[in-house]
């Protein structure tokens, strides 16, 4: 038994009181619920008839070059085990994605010219979409890398320019238009600013005078977000930012995802590239480490706590589909397939279900309940709340201080919820008349929990209890 405190009050709970099965069952989505829309209240994506969608990403740039169809199946399935519902990857990838052939022996282009398409190749890109529609996934679609627009660190060779842009982006539009799972992803890890932004600009104008089916977003560079050039274009429907790979610390959200919030007019959020589960800290293994589970979930729990509708996981080794025989990336060490299972991968599933167990249409940042001073970035508490009920997320185990007072309900049922097991422990009824001090089960570097107060009224089952699955 472990003690709670709560300003002199001792409560006494019990560990392990429920828990939940791992793999998903079923298709990661129900496609019958029809296209997703921005809802109407711009704060997350729903289905037409009007289901909320919580968007759980895997990162998968290299996915249409460099894996078989026999590897597809094997990561699409894998990933669908997890609960993963949308699939970042790439038409024009970004390791030589234009020179050299995909694992099928095609090349993208006829001599790298974007309004000539290799039929062979757009035909392997079709039933990998295909296939994960099978598996209820949505694939978020980039045309193209940002080298192929802006060379810098890339493999190039640069080949847009604003007329074959748009030219190109018809060409996707025309294909792609009546499948059921895309979410076109404009940009490529690139500024979009200067001479960019005409051509990223033709792109999406190009796909969207033909495709009125689908959504669009904007994939940045490390630490900015699409607001930043496009927040007001038409095409723009909702926000993505990079919080990326260079830092440990809550000031990135502070600076990309609440502003990103409260912009106006108001539109959907998103980190769709937080730290890669693996990937050196600021590319400097020898003296900062690697990212690991722990880094992963801090920084999607963040995201999705500040006011993200979902967030992209992303693993260095997968992102490439590193393999024997390929140049590793930025310090990557493990094949593609070894990394499939790190435990970084496996605790999305429990981000996913805790947050789909409850109400998300009005779901939104409550940092006004947290009364902590002065708290490091590092070990920063951030919370969330719907109209019955509150989230907390505790990262490192410090006490939080809440004012339960800004509680709209009088009573609450309060539960631990384990970010790394999905395993819920129940605390007991609470009455919201006071501050409290909340201890978490355990403490320290690791030791991430989400502290859930549901009003007692509601009817809520356990956290991250699905009344699916």
């Given at each position: 038994m472990k003690p709670l405190l709560f300003f002199g009050c001792l409560i006494t709970f019990s560990f392990q009181v429920l828990s939940q099965e791992i793999v998903w069952e079923g298709p990661a989505v129900e496609f019958s619920h029809g296209k997703l829309l921005?809802?109407?209240?711009?704060?997350?994506?729903?289905?037409?008839?009007?289901?909320?969608?919580?968007?759980?990403g895997d990162t998968a740039w290299e996915l249409f070059h460099r894996l078989s169809k026999d590897e597809t199946l094997e990561y699409l399935e894998d990933r669908r085990e997890k609960g993963f519902n949308v699939i970042q990857a790439v038409v024009l990838a970004e390791l030589d994605g234009l020179n050299t052939p995909n694992a099928e022996g095609n090349k993208p282009l006829i001599d790298n010219d974007p309004t000539r398409v290799n039929e062979a190749y757009f035909a392997h890109v079709d039933w990998v979409i295909r296939k994960a529609e099978e598996k209820g996934m949505f694939v978020g679609l980039l045309p193209t890398w940002g080298d192929k627009v802006d060379k810098k660190?890339?493999?190039?060779?640069?080949?847009?320019?604003?007329?074959?842009?748009?030219?190109?982006?018809?060409?996707?539009?025309?294909?792609?238009?009546?499948?059921?799972?895309?979410?076109?992803?404009?940009?490529?890890?690139?500024?979009?600013?200067?001479?960019?932004?005409?051509?990223?600009?033709?792109?999406?104008?190009?796909?969207?005078?033909?495709?009125?089916?689908?959504?669009?977003?904007?994939?940045?560079?490390?630490?900015?977000?699409?607001?930043?050039?496009?927040?007001?274009?038409?095409?723009?429907?909702?926000?993505?930012?990079?919080?990326?790979?260079?830092?440990?610390?809550?000031?990135?959200?502070?600076?990309?995802?609440?502003?990103?919030?409260?912009?106006?007019?108001?539109?959907?959020?998103?980190?769709?590239?937080?730290?890669?589960?693996?990937?050196?800290?600021?590319?400097?293994?020898?003296?900062?480490?690697?990212?690991?589970?722990?880094?992963?979930?801090q920084a999607c729990y963040w995201g999705?706590?500040?006011?993200?509708?979902?967030v992209t996981y992303g693993c260095h080794a997968i992102w490439q589909m590193l393999a024997e025989g390929r140049q590793p990336i930025g310090f990557a060490r493990n094949s593609w397939r070894a990394d499939l299972d790190l435990p970084g991968a496996w605790d999305m599933?429990?981000?996913?279900?805790?947050?789909?167990?409850?109400?998300?249409?009005?779901?939104?940042?409550?940092?006004?309940?947290?009364?902590?001073?002065n708290m490091p970035e590092k070990e920063f508490i951030v919370a969330t709340k719907g109209s019955h009920f509150v989230m907390v997320y505790i990262p490192t185990g410090i006490d939080a201080r809440l004012?339960?007072?800004r509680c709209d309900w009088k009573k609450s049922k309060a539960w631990w919820y384990n970010c790394r097991t999905?395993?819920?422990?129940?605390?007991?009824?609470?009455?919201?008349?006071?501050?409290?001090?909340?201890?978490?089960?355990?403490q320290g570097r690791g030791n991430d929990w989400v502290l859930v107060l549901d009003n007692v009224k509601s009817g809520f089952k356990a956290p991250g209890k699905s009344t699916k699955r």
């Open positions: 921005v809802a109407e209240n711009n704060r997350l994506l729903t289905f037409e008839d009007g289901t909320p969608f919580f968007w759980m660190w890339g493999v190039g060779p640069v080949i847009f320019n604003e007329a074959n842009a748009f030219a190109y982006g018809e060409i996707l539009g025309k294909r792609y238009r009546n499948f059921k799972n895309i979410i076109w992803i404009n940009g490529g890890d690139r500024l979009g600013g200067g001479d960019n932004f005409a051509v990223w600009d033709a792109l999406a104008r190009g796909i969207k005078s033909v495709d009125k089916n689908h959504l669009m977003t904007y994939h940045p560079s490390g630490e900015s977000s699409s607001s930043k050039w496009f927040h007001e274009s038409d095409w723009l429907d909702f926000n993505m930012m990079q919080t990326g790979h260079g830092q440990r610390s809550y000031a990135i959200f502070k600076r990309l995802m609440v502003p990103d919030y409260n912009r106006q007019p108001t539109k959907p959020v998103l980190d769709g590239e937080p730290r890669y589960e693996d990937h050196p800290h600021n590319w400097k293994p020898e003296t900062l480490g690697w990212f690991n589970d722990v880094d992963v979930r999705v706590f500040s006011g993200g509708f979902g599933i429990h981000l996913r279900r805790l947050i789909e167990s409850r109400p998300l249409t009005d779901r939104v940042p409550f940092q006004e309940i947290i009364l902590n001073d004012n339960l007072k999905g395993e819920v422990s129940k605390i007991g009824r609470i009455k919201n008349q006071e501050i409290r001090q909340f201890s978490t089960p355990t």
